[in-house]
Nanobody, 127 residues
Framework: QVQLVESGGGSAQSGGSLRLSCAAS????????MAWFRQAPGKEREAVAV???????RYTDSVKGRFTISRDNAKSTLSLQMNSLKPEDTAMYYC?????????????????????WGQGTQVTVSS
């Protein structure tokens, strides 16, 4: 079955860096859109960064220039490099996948668009 397992979360100081990883298994990774979402306490889940099959990416405005999403289809992994972290980046971060072998839409940015989710990894940034 589809499995998404996140790792790399933890605590960092403001201005620091963390790298999240997501190991995918149980599906044809190369034909899936992949994304990182986050959810802070009391807030709705929001897309942080998405990457489609062709490698096109999109970021939420608050992380542009600081975060970088990447995928390795050979290893079925997804990464999120987070630099210049801010306290407002504190949240549970989730890896998500959407099967899309024949998709024409470049990017899907809503949680409802994604079929599979990991358990999440906590990121806490202190000032």
């Amino acid at each position: 079955q589809v499995q998404l397992v996140e790792s790399g979360g933890g605590s960092a100081q403001s201005g620091g860096s963390l790298r999240l990883s997501c190991a995918a298994s149980g599906f044809s990774y190369s034909v899936y859109y992949m994304a990182w979402f986050r959810q802070a306490p009391g807030k709705e889940r929001e897309a942080v960064a998405v990457i489609n099959i062709g490698g096109t990416t999109r970021y939420t405005d608050s992380v542009k220039g600081r975060f970088t999403i990447s995928r390795d289809n050979a290893k079925s992994t997804l990464s999120l490099q987070m630099n210049s972290l801010k306290p407002e980046d504190t949240a549970m971060y989730y890896c998500a996948a959407k099967p899309c072998p024949g998709c024409t839409t470049p990017i899907y940015f809503a949680p409802r668009d994604y079929n599979y989710w990991g358990q999440g990894t906590q990121v806490t940034v202190s000032s």
